[in-house]
């Protein structure tokens, strides 16, 4: 039973537009979001979170949007840029007993086309 | 600075073999993780060091033995693995590991074969 989904397998987008990369989740205990990014060979890297008490947050070209009714998030990127072709996870995190534990989705593959 | 260090970046090993993984990291963090990650899977849990006590064991065959020597190591010994065992082997760790909000930073991997 996956708990966190990434519809979309893979995206493909112009440089310089933006990016919309989504998730849903089906557990309501999750109170905390979090986006990595993927390159071949290499482990995830954090790129930005969210808390459950939040409906957006922003870093740079980077912006979390949090729908708890619709139990949704999205990544929003903008502008788009090449360098930012990779596979993307969306994250959710909940105390398991006194441990958190990241359930991690299915990843989508963003190009972005010169 | 949000090293995490994996050695070694490649691994090979027989049925019968014996091996090691390991992952280090120097940023004072007191929660370690491993996970495994399959081709076009998602990374899913193994294990969980807490204050280098062993506090999520998620339901792992015992062919994967876990150690944590101390707050900055974290060890996988891997004896008489399977060729399905075959995948990305990724360690992670954080500040700690008591709420939902500790992020985790993630190494670069064990590519692991096994044949």
């Known amino acids: 039973d996956q708990q966190v989904k990434q519809n979309s397998p893979s995206l493909s987008v112009q440089e310089g537009r933006i990016s919309i990369l989504n998730c849903d989740y089906t557990?309501?205990?999750?109170?905390?979001f979090l986006w990595y990014k993927k390159y071949p060979a290499e482990g995830p890297t954090f790129l930005i979170s969210i808390s459950s008490i939040k409906d957006k947050n922003e870093d740079g070209r980077f912006t979390v949007f949090l729908n708890k009714s619709a139990k949704h998030l999205s990544l929003h990127i903008v502008p788009s840029q090449p360098g930012d072709s990779a596979v993307y996870f969306c994250?959710?995190?909940?105390?398991?007993?006194?441990?958190?534990?990241?359930?991690f989705g299915t990843g989508t593959l963003l190009a972005v086309q010169p | 600075d949000t090293e995490v260090t994996q050695t070694p970046k490649h691994l090979v090993m027989g049925m019968t073999n014996k091996k090691s993984l390991k992952c280090e990291q120097h940023m004072g963090h007191r929660a370690m993780y491993w996970y495994k990650q399959k081709a076009k899977k998602p990374p899913e849990l193994m294990f969980v060091?807490?204050?280098?006590?062993?506090?999520i064991n998620e339901s792992v065959p015992s062919r994967f033995s876990p150690e944590c020597p101390n707050s900055s190591l974290l060890n996988l010994h891997l004896h008489a693995l399977q060729p399905e065992d075959s995948a990305l082997y990724l360690c992670?760790?954080?500040?700690?590991?008591?709420?939902?909000?500790?992020?985790?930073?993630f190494g670069a991997g064990t590519r692991l074969s096994v044949l």
């Open positions: 557990n309501s205990m999750f109170d905390y």
């Open positions: 060091y807490s204050y280098e006590k062993l506090s």
């Open positions: 994250a959710a995190s909940a105390l398991g007993g006194a441990t958190n534990k990241l359930i």
């Open positions: 992670a760790s954080s500040v700690g590991s008591g709420r939902a909000s500790n992020i985790q930073y």
